[in-house]
């Protein structure tokens, strides 16, 4: 008996000890992606290094779906895909590689936690439901508090074209997560982000090619560095940390999972004053208090809603009952929104 309880307990502590090798790899990967953007944008244009990044990463992932047997996605798949890509990926991770070279990448991963703030407002407007519960709107007046300490006029050299890209990309990061969960997509996690990522990395490419980019590319400028943080971007980013999280929102309880949002900022801030010299003040730090806890108090309000209404909301989203997937479609969604950082 001793000898199978001490199993038993072994194997809980093994899972346990898992869970937290996970949880830890996604908040430092998905945070330290901003800082690997900020290095290999110093020699290669922000564009064609996203563009690059994702296709490579989606022909990878796309084919390693396939090979564990996802069907052949249908052209209305293809479709879905394309338009996420657009919001996700060219607008919203390309508004973060475009706009790293006027800010700070710790200054682009707090704009871009404020996206469940938008969320929010437009699943309000979208659906027209009743008026969030306090916790909601307490979280929504923190976190666009927070957002004005960071970047008020006269707060230091903040660059508006730069912060009203991030802002933006934060808004595309949040219509698109919400277009998810209503567009017919496969079943498979896998096989719909490396579809994704192949539609929003032809879409990079594009406006590579449409901004000059092409023809202002010098491949013999590119240092280690800028190569070293690419391949960083593609196998961790995109793929080890992205496998990482997808396997915890199988194993693991959601609100666990959710705290990557609080963590990953607060890491992206320190790995840029550390690694880059980029400058800690008191400001940003308040700042970044303020907003991580309106993103939190939203963060519990939904994780208490009931079942009906996060099923009437999806009905409300939709026009239609949702279908079934592998991964609750809005928990799917979300996943795909994490890789694309």
């Known amino acids: 008996m001793n000898d199978v309880s001490a199993g038993s307990t072994g194997t809980r502590q093994a899972s346990m000890l898992h869970i937290a090798i996970a949880l830890g790899a996604v908040y430092v990967i998905w945070g330290s992606t901003y ?7 110093e020699t290669i244009p922000p564009f064609l290094m996203a563009g690059t990044r994702y296709l490579t990463a989606g022909t990878l992932i796309y084919g390693w779906s396939r090979l564990r047997g996802a069907p052949r996605p249908t052209l209305i798949q293809w ?34 936690s404020t996206e469940p703030l938008w969320i929010v407002i437009l699943v309000w407007l979208r659906t027209g439901r ?9 979280g ?18 903040i660059n508006a074209l730069g912060t009203g890209a991030l802002v933006l990309a934060s808004l595309c990061w949040a219509w698109g997560s919400i277009y998810g969960q209503r567009a017919p997509l496969p079943s498979s996690p896998l096989a719909t982000t490396g579809m994704q990522m192949l539609s929003g990395g032809t879409l990079l490419f594009l406006t590579s090619a449409l ?13 280690a560095k800028s190569l070293l943080a690419l391949g960083y971007l593609i196998v961790f980013g995109a793929i080890v940390a992205f496998t990482a999280y997808v396997w915890l929102l199988r194993v693991a309880p959601p609100v666990l999972v959710s705290t990557y949002a609080y963590v990953n ?16 003040t008191g400001k940003t730090l308040v700042a970044a208090a303020v907003i991580l806890t309106g993103v939190a108090l939203i963060s519990l309000a939904q994780s208490r809603r009931s079942g009906s209404d996060r099923e009437q909301e999806r009905r409300d989203l939709a026009g239609t009952a949702p279908k ?16 694309s950082r």
């Open 265 to 280: 900022p607060v890491v992206a801030v320190l790995l840029g004053w550390f690694f880059a010299g980029e400058p800690l």
């Open 324 to 339: 079934p997937m592998e991964i609750e479609e809005p928990v799917l969604i979300e996943a795909e929104a994490c890789a």
């Open 79 to 112: 479709r879905s895909a394309l338009i996420l890509g657009a919001f996700l990926l060219l607008a919203g991770n390309g508004g973060v590689v475009w706009a790293e070279q006027h800010v700070d990448s710790g200054l682009a991963a707090l704009l871009i």
């Open 211 to 223: 901004t000059g980019e092409f023809s202002r590319f010098a491949p013999a400028a590119v240092t």
């Open 35 to 41: 800082l690997a953007i900020r290095f290999a944008i």
């Open 130 to 138: 009743k008026r969030p519960d306090w916790r909601v709107i307490a």
């Open 140 to 157: 929504l007046v923190l976190g666009f508090v927070g957002l004005i300490l960071l970047v008020r006029p006269g707060s230091g050299s």
